[in-house]
């Protein structure tokens, strides 16, 4: 709220007191910050990320330590008072594209791409895990399959060596015969 109390933009809180960091608490409260349609988010936190000593602005999400939050928040809190005060000395001039230019610039374009993004990221990876996971299965089968004709072919070699000619060929597993380019099929096997 401003100094006319009107609100001017929401900062989303997360208190977190453990002695260990998790960086997993940045995704989900940037996911709790779209859920919520709010313009900042803020971790304050007994312990920080290693690069983080007081406070920090972490893939989009500010990270304090306890004894820094007030000082944080005012200053969070007077930068979305001027934003909503530039914002309503634009109020009332403003054409259609004027919005749509307000709508890119702003935080919840940059939070909903960053979500596609985020999303598309894992989608990728997944797929590249599925791609791995079914080449191993493919190759495998393949081996299966492979293994199980040469056990046909040499069985059937083996009947054809007891049966003789009395067994027919199957041509999927016969040898091609080589022709002779002087002569037929019959004058090589009288060879």
């Known amino acids: 709220m401003n100094t006319q109390n009107q609100p001017c933009g929401t900062i989303l809180w997360e208190s977190k007191r453990t002695k260990n960091w998790a960086d997993n ?18 971790i304050v936190s007994n312990a920080l990320p290693r690069s983080v000593h007081t406070f920090d ?3 989009g999400i500010w990270v304090t330590e306890t004894r820094c939050a007030i000082p944080v928040a005012i200053a969070l809190r007077q930068s979305l008072i001027e934003i909503a005060a530039a914002r309503q000395a634009g109020e009332g001039q403003q054409t259609k594209m004027e919005l749509v230019y307000r709508y890119l610039t ?14 598309f990221s894992e989608m990728q ?21 492979r293994g199980v004709i040469e056990a046909t072919a040499g069985m059937y070699g083996d009947l054809q060596g ?30």
Do not use: C, Y
Request: glycine share 4%.
């Open 106 to 119: 702003g935080p919840r374009f940059r939070q909903r791409i960053e979500a596609i993004v985020e999303k």
């Open 57 to 59: 602005h972490v893939d």
């Open 25 to 42: 608490w940045i995704a989900k409260l940037r996911d709790d910050q779209r859920k919520a349609n709010a313009d900042m988010a803020l």
């Open 125 to 145: 990876s997944d797929l590249d895990k599925e791609r791995k996971a079914m080449t191993r299965v493919w190759a495998k089968r393949e081996a299966q399959i």
């Open 162 to 191: 007891i049966a003789g000619k009395a067994l027919e060929e199957i041509d999927s597993i016969a040898l091609p015969m080589i022709e002779d380019r002087t002569g037929t099929e019959d004058d090589e096997l009288a060879a």
